[in-house]
């Protein structure tokens, strides 16, 4: 099997229908941050069954997948890197690691990059002591590089780990643009359901300042006088 065998799987099944519904969905229009993308309407559940297929597809030929114009066959090459990262050998992941980084500007929409970096970079990075990257990440100019720093904690998160979260989110909170609002006050949220001690000293030291969108996500699970105190400004 090769890139093109996704490729006319994914064609046989796309929904010229749904794929209108999907590109307003996903801001495809001019001036929105999705411009350009060109959506096949087609289910993430199918797009992985696809997947399923070929979980052996080389790196060359996601490659090729990546490079295509249709959003739902790059979310097939990322799930793909998701799988192989998953089954490889601890000598390989580092591989799939640094390919889905020098590819970090292909899942340019924010569910290619949330249902894979947390499973690829975020695993990859759990138990290194280095997470530079993360922070390389958060200071380019890309905006899906940005959200894949942010996500990426997720992984941390989940084992107990919040000092690189609390990091970025207060590196990335003067972002301006609502997508990363959402992401950062996606993953404070987290942070408080497992410790909510952690996500009470950052929003006492910024609640006043940050981003009304990040304000009420992290505030989502707080009882509404506590989210009324810290929606104060």
Request: aromatic share 10%; hydrophobic share 40%; with cysteine.
């Amino acid at each position: 099997m090769n890139a093109d065998f996704v490729l006319q799987e994914l064609l046989s099944v796309a929904n010229p229908e749904k794929a209108k519904f999907l590109s307003r969905f996903f801001k495809n229009g001019k001036g929105q941050y999705g411009e350009g993308d060109v959506m096949l309407g087609i289910n993430v559940p199918l797009v992985r069954d696809v997947v399923k297929r070929c979980p052996k597809l080389p790196l060359s030929e996601i490659q090729i997948l990546l490079n295509s114009e249709y959003h739902e066959v790059r979310l097939a090459a990322l799930l793909l890197l998701d799988k192989q990262f998953k089954r490889a050998p601890a000598n390989e992941q580092k591989a799939i690691f640094d390919f889905y980084l020098q590819n970090a500007r292909r899942a340019n929409n924010w569910d290619l990059v949330d249902v894979t970096c947390r499973d690829v970079v975020g695993a990859y990075l759990l138990d290194k002591p280095d997470r530079s990257v993360l922070y390389r990440l958060a200071e380019s100019d890309n905006l899906w590089e940005q959200r894949i720093a942010i996500v990426s904690t997720w992984t941390f998160i989940k084992h107990h780990q919040f000092d690189d979260t609390l990091a970025l989110a207060e590196k990335l909170l003067p972002h301006r643009h609502d997508l990363m609002h959402k992401a950062v006050g996606w993953m404070l949220r987290e942070v408080g359901k497992k410790d909510r001690e952690p996500l009470l000293t950052f929003l006492e030291k910024h609640h006043k300042t940050m981003p009304r969108t990040a304000l009420r996500y992290a505030l989502e699970h707080f009882a509404p006088e506590q989210r009324a105190y810290f929606m104060k400004k």
